[in-house]
């Protein structure tokens, strides 16, 4: 059973019989010390995202999922296609809804955990760090300025990192995909 502290990034609950998982939390004490947990989750089933305030008296059940390591095939008019890693016929569908930030991070053969629960695959886990090819990157000016600079490059996947100046098309950048910041340069 869970109280409601435990409640830290990346733990899966029951909440009203559906499969959570923490995606950010926050501390917030109030007056007469009355300490409560302001967080946002995300319903595994759904993929819908969620602020909830929690309150020193809630408990949870800890939701019994495991995991799979499934590769990603493609993506075409907002479903994405997974197989089983192992057996390449077994393929899992997903909606870009569901999947919510991670299909900007997805290109073909990436290797991610999906989330078993109920003998089910629900949602998947990327990797925290992922490779992508700089397709489109304005160059790099350098002007008057305190700190280093950084500009907006598009990656294969259409997403928009910020870079640093020194970054061109064609490059391959790590990007942190809990976070969406640039890493390093490989």
């Known amino acids: 059973m869970l ?5 830290r990034k990346g733990v899966k609950f029951l909440l009203d019989d559906q499969p ?18 302001r967080t946002k989750v995300k319903n595994l089933l759904t ?3 969620l602020e909830k305030t929690f309150h020193k ?13 499934l590769k990603f095939l493609y993506g075409s008019r907002g479903k994405f296609v997974f197989c089983d890693e192992t057996n390449s016929s077994k393929r899992i569908e997903f909606t ?6 991670a299909v900007k991070y997805l290109v073909p053969d990436t290797i991610v ?6 003998e089910q695959v629900i949602n998947i886990t990327l990797p925290i760090k992922i490779r992508l090819k700089v397709m489109e990157a304005a160059p790099g000016v ?5 700190q280093s600079g950084t500009k907006t490059a598009v990656v294969e996947t259409g997403a928009e990192i910020q ?11 790590e990007v942190n995909t809990e976070t969406g910041e640039y890493t390093t340069r490989v």
């Open 3 to 7: 109280n409601y502290f435990d409640l």
């Open 20 to 37: 959570y998982e923490v995606l950010d939390f926050q501390q917030i004490i109030k007056a007469q010390d009355a300490t409560v947990i």
């Open 47 to 49: 993929g819908k995202v």
């Open 57 to 69: 008296g809630d408990k949870f059940e800890e939701t019994e999922s495991d995991k799979t390591t």
């Open 96 to 101: 870009a809804d569901k999947l919510g930030d």
């Open 113 to 118: 955990d999906g989330v078993v629960y109920d």
């Open 142 to 146: 350098k002007g008057n300025r305190a």
């Open 163 to 173: 870079v640093p100046l020194f970054v061109v098309a064609g490059d391959t950048i």
